[in-house]
C-alpha cells in the first residue's frame, strides 16, 4: 500500500514554456501532499505543502508565481514550473500522507526537469 | 525552526562489515523521527520511523535506529551489510508541534554509503 506515482518521469522542454507535474496517491486518500526539489548530490528541499480544497502554502524564498500548485482531489496535485528557465531544471519529488495521525510521508519516483 | 544534520557525506565499506550512521536533531518537544533510503535511480523509501515507545526500532532488511533522547539523536545500523545496501540516507524529522505549519519534514543532508564487494 501506500503508493505514489508521479508523471511524467522526464520532461525537456524549451525555456520559456511551462510544464506541469502530477503526483498521485494510487491506494489512498491524502490532503496534504508536499513537493520537494532535489538538486545533485544534495538532499531535498521543501518548496511547498499543497492541501486539497485549498491553496499551498509555499517555503520562504520559493515564487507562488513560478511554481503553481494545485490540489483538486484527495489523490491528485499537480505543480506547474511556468516560463520555465534553464535555472529550474532539477529533480521535482512529491510526497503525500497517508494517515495524519503516523504523519508519514510516501515519496513519488520524482520528475526530472531539463529545461533548454 | 528545527534541523538536522548527518555528519558523515560519504561512507565507504566492505561487505559484511558494520554501518553505523549518525543523525542529529535541534529540536527539543516530541519529535518523530525517520530514515528513508534512496538506491541509485530510485525513490526514496521508508526505512524505519519512531514516534513513541521503545527507542530502539527496528525496519526493514535488518536496519535499526536508536532514539537517545539526551543526545538528540536517531543513529541508523545494521550488523553485516551488503552490496546492495550501496544508496543514499536520509534522516529526517517531524513534530506533533508541527502540525499546524503542515507536518513538514526536515530533512538531513544525506549519507551516501558504498558497498564494495
Known amino acids: 500500500g501506500a503508493v505514489v506515482s508521479q508523471h511524467p518521469s522526464r520532461v525537456i522542454c524549451k525555456s520559456g514554456t511551462s510544464v506541469k507535474i502530477e503526483c498521485r496517491s494510487l491506494?489512498?486518500?491524502?490532503?496534504?501532499m508536499f513537493w520537494y526539489r532535489q538538486f545533485p548530490k544534495q538532499s531535498l528541499m521543501l518548496m511547498a505543502t499543497?492541501?486539497?480544497?485549498?491553496?499551498?502554502?509555499?517555503e520562504q524564498g520559493v515564487e507562488k508565481d513560478k511554481f503553481l500548485i494545485n490540489h483538486a482531489s484527495l489523490t491528485l496535485s499537480t505543480l506547474t514550473v511556468t516560463s520555465a528557465h534553464p535555472e529550474d531544471s532539477s529533480f521535482y519529488i512529491c510526497?503525500?500522507?497517508?494517515?495524519?495521525?503516523?504523519?508519514?510521508?510516501?515519496f513519488g519516483p520524482g520528475t526530472r526537469l531539463l529545461v533548454l | 525552526a528545527q534541523s538536522v544534520s548527518q555528519h558523515n557525506h560519504h561512507v565507504i565499506l566492505s561487505e559484511a562489515a558494520s554501518l553505523e550512521l549518525g543523525c542529529n536533531y535541534s529540536?527539543?518537544?516530541?519529535?518523530?523521527l525517520f530514515w528513508y533510503v534512496q538506491y541509485p535511480g530510485q525513490h526514496l523509501q521508508l526505512l524505519l520511523k519512531?514516534?513513541?515507545?521503545?527507542?530502539l526500532v527496528k525496519g526493514i532488511k535488518g536496519f535499526e535506529a536508536e532514539f537517545i533522547k539526551s543526545k538528540f539523536s536517531f543513529n541508523l545500523r545494521k550488523p553485516s551489510v551488503q552490496w546492495s545496501d550501496t544508496a543514499e540516507y536520509f534522516c529526517a524529522v517531524t513534530s506533533p508541534a508541527f502540525k499546524a505549519a503542515g507536518n513538514k519534514l526536515t530533512f538531513g543532508g544525506g549519507t551516501r554509503v558504498l558497498v564494495k564487494p
Open positions: 491506494d489512498f486518500q491524502a490532503t496534504t
Open positions: 499543497s492541501n486539497e480544497g485549498s491553496k499551498a502554502t509555499y
Open positions: 510526497s503525500a500522507i497517508e494517515d495524519r495521525e503516523t504523519e508519514t510521508q510516501y
Open positions: 529540536y527539543g518537544g516530541t519529535v518523530n
Open positions: 519512531y514516534f513513541s515507545g521503545d527507542p
